[in-house]
């Protein structure tokens, strides 16, 4: 082989010994602290896939309050429901979510204040906390 060929051989070759080097990479969980936006990113996302399929009236990230227009599912069309979700924390945690409800049937004066049934309130709070911490399980970060 001539020297200029050879030369340019090991030019090639020699970036290419880097390629054999394995670094480990070590895979954990994604941080349960995000706030790009004023709260808990994990718990916004979460509660509006939660309550996807009703209208929204209003959205605050900075804030962290979604609250719906009153929905009526199709079954039940003389019943209403409205919800509010205040997300009180950038952490993920239990008890930095707050949801309440608003339940109203049509009666012959129009709609009327019912109660909300039991366990309503409770079940949307440990959906949105179920869906924020399999988005967060999701979320892996290279360290």
Do not use: H
């Amino acid at each position: 082989m001539r020297p200029t060929t050879l030369a340019l051989l090991l030019a090639l070759l020699v970036p290419l010994a880097a390629c054999g080097k394995k670094d480990r990479v070590k895979v954990t969980e994604a941080p349960a602290r995000v706030t790009t936006i004023g709260v808990n990113s994990y718990l916004w996302r979460a509660s509006l896939d939660t309550i996807g399929f009703m209208p929204l009236a209003q959205v605050d990230s900075n804030g962290g309050v979604i609250i719906t227009d009153w929905y009526a599912t199709p079954q039940t069309p003389n019943e209403r429901v409205k919800v509010t979700i205040a997300i009180l924390d950038t952490e993920l945690r239990a008890d930095a979510i707050r949801v309440s409800a608003v339940r109203q049937t049509l009666g012959g004066a129009g709609w009327i204040d019912a109660a909300v049934r039991a366990g309503t309130v409770q079940k949307l709070e440990e959906t949105i906390l179920g869906r924020a911490r399999d988005l967060r399980r999701s979320q892996l970060v290279d360290r």
